[in-house]
């Protein structure tokens, strides 16, 4: 085997998505001898970036000082809040929970808004390399971090070298800086390796799903932003729907579940379908069209949930810390915020030491804080949750209690207990199924490379699963890549993994946790427009 090549920076940042693009910049903005790249498995950036998305826009400010005058291509001033209770036919409007008061925010795409940083980034003098999947953590002789391997290129199913094969190189850093997102494969494996969570309670996750519509002309409020609980989720499942009305007769309508369900035969994609089946949304969509969609995993975990963000060598931030403030359902502004106080931190010095205790120290954490009850508070259905949300906000955060936040794929009931109910109606807006819906992520995925889902343990499918949970695989991805089919050689999960829209929810959600989520070739995966 040959030598692989080996690249220099001071910083490495691994993932182009608002965490990974505002450290970098910060960092070229701060000291522009710094050398700086960010590397995205995506094949554009912003490709993989998949949000709601009501931002709030101080961070930016910072950030790009002037955007407001230049915004990114989609960027619509919140106008109106709206925080509905839904039943199979009927609405009630209720107050708007503060935290969900948008007065002062955008709607914008963030997939767009992170290509629309992109060339900011690279005017700033960051390399910036799309295509080009961090496969792994490099080491030195001490154990730390020192940088990312690139994955090899033209590698077949087998393993094999094809024609064109290219060995990734391994970039070296001082620093490397995990913006993964959600569930980065690269910080699962430094949270272990490090015991990072050793301290704190276990990360949750919801899984997140959003469709990108044109509408007839004159249906769209510019500005209006919707929420839902209630139908079409049964009470025991913690999520709900948006619809952010923008421009150009567009609507993102997406839809939340957390992945604390306890019934294994709930599907999270049908719930989504279901809820555009409101009467109200409806009305709202028909003889619309879509034009993208595609589903992310979400982190909700909050406060109790957050790992030690330092290592040695390495950091996290963003999503991939597990910042995302869930009473708003907003993420950016602490992916801008953390990525930023990471490039102040290193322009300081160059080394990780010291920066868990600065952002615990931070706005950032405090505003977690603050609200690290409601969350939990819903683990005992919708109006316990509703009641912890009023006495926590009212309380400004200040009980001295905190609750537990729990595994979630620790809470599947068995398939002989009790079931949830679903009031759930016919169907007739597009799409028809998971496979239908994945024409609209356009994901891509040259099939003759080694399958980047692995079940570590493949026994387990049939040995215990199937009969203790009906294999919740073939349910819970929105993609439809786990199937379950029996032929001469026997049942096995078939998985198709060309579909994968990378939202890392089988990782996450697998009873069993078998399922391990790795990067395929760069460049491979969803190729969003607009999400
Ligand atoms: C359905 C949904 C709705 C949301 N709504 C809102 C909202 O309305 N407002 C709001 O503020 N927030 C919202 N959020 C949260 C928000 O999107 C996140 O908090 C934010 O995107 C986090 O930014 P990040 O940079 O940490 O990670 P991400 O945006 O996930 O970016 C991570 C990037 O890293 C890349 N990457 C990952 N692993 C690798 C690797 N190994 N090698 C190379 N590249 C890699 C990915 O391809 C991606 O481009 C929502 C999220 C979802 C899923
Ligand atoms: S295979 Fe896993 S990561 Fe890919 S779309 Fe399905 S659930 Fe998401």
Redesign the pocket.
């Given at each position: 085997m040959t030598e692989r090549e080996i690249m220099e920076y001071d910083v490495v940042v691994v993932g182009a998505g608002p965490s990974g693009l505002a450290c970098a910049m910060r960092l070229k903005q701060l000291n522009a001898d710094l050398s700086v790249c960010v590397i995205e498995k995506a094949s554009e950036i912003g490709a993989h970036v998949l949000s709601g998305a009501v931002i709030e826009p101080e961070p930016l400010d910072e950030l790009v000082p002037g955007w407001r005058e230049e915004p990114p291509p989609i960027c619509v001033s919140a106008k109106r809040d709206e925080f509905l209770l839904l039943s199979r036919t009927g609405k009630r409007k209720l107050p708007t929970p503060p935290q969900q008061n948008n007065h002062g925010n955008f709607i914008v795409s963030l997939g767009a808004t992170c290509a629309w940083l992109a060339p900011k980034a690279e005017a700033l003098g960051v390399d910036l390399f799309p295509g080009f999947a961090a496969a792994d953590l490099a080491y030195d002789d001490g154990d730390a971090v020192c940088g990312v391997i690139i994955g090899d290129m033209g590698v077949d199913r087998e393993g094999g070298e094809k024609e064109g094969y290219v060995q990734g190189i391994e970039i070296r850093a001082a620093v490397t800086v995990l913006g993964e997102g959600c569930r980065g494969h690269l910080s699962k494996r430094a949270i272990k390796k490090y015991g990072l969570d050793r301290d704190s309670d276990p990360q949750t996750y919801a899984?997140g799903m959003k469709e990108l519509w044109q509408l007839p002309a004159g249906r769209v409020e510019p500005g209006l932003i919707q929420h839902s609980v209630g139908w079409p989720l049964p009470k025991q499942v913690y999520g709900g729907s948006f619809v952010y009305h923008l421009d150009k007769d567009r609507v993102a309508v997406g839809f939340v579940c957390a992945l604390d369900y306890q019934d294994p035969k709930f599907t999270p994609f049908e719930a989504f379908q279901q809820f555009k089946h409101h009467p109200s949304v409806h009305a709202l969509l028909e003889g619309g069209e879509i034009l993208s969609a595609g589903?992310r995993?979400l982190v909700e975990g909050g406060y109790q949930s957050l790992p030690r963000v330092e290592m040695p060598g390495a950091l996290l931030i963003g999503d991939a810390a597990g910042l995302l403030n869930v009473p708003k359902i907003k993420g950016t502004h602490q992916a801008l915020r953390s990525g930023m106080m990471a490039a102040e931190h290193l322009a300081e010095k160059l080394s990780s030491e010291g920066f868990d205790a600065r952002l615990r120290d931070s706005a950032v954490v405090a505003e977690l804080k603050k609200v690290r009850n409601i969350r939990p508070g819903f683990q005992k259905g919708l109006w316990r949750g509703m009641t912890t949300a009023a006495i926590e906000t009212a309380t400004a955060g200040k009980l001295p209690r905190t609750l537990s936040n729990h595994a979630d794929h620790a809470q599947y009931r068995k398939l002989d207990q009790e079931g949830f109910e679903y009031d759930w109606v016919e169907r007739d807006l597009a799409p028809r199924d998971r496979l239908a819906s994945v024409y609209f992520a356009s994901t891509e995925h040259d099939e003759d490379q080694p399958v980047h889902?692995k079940i570590i343990d493949p026994d387990v499918c049939f040995s215990r699963c199937e009969t203790e949970f009906g294999n919740p695989?073939t349910r819970?991805?929105?993609?439809?890549?786990?199937e379950k089919v029996e032929d001469e050689n026997g049942k096995r999960i078939q998985?198709n993994?060309a579909?994968?829209?990378?939202?890392?929810?089988?990782?996450i959600?697998d009873p069993y946790q078998v399922?391990n989520?790795v990067t395929p070739e760069g460049g491979s995966g969803p190729n969003y427009s607009n999400l």
């Open positions: 899984i589903a995993a889902l695989c819970f991805c929105p993609a439809n890549v786990y998985i993994a579909n994968c829209v990378h939202c890392k929810t089988c990782d959600a399922i989520w």
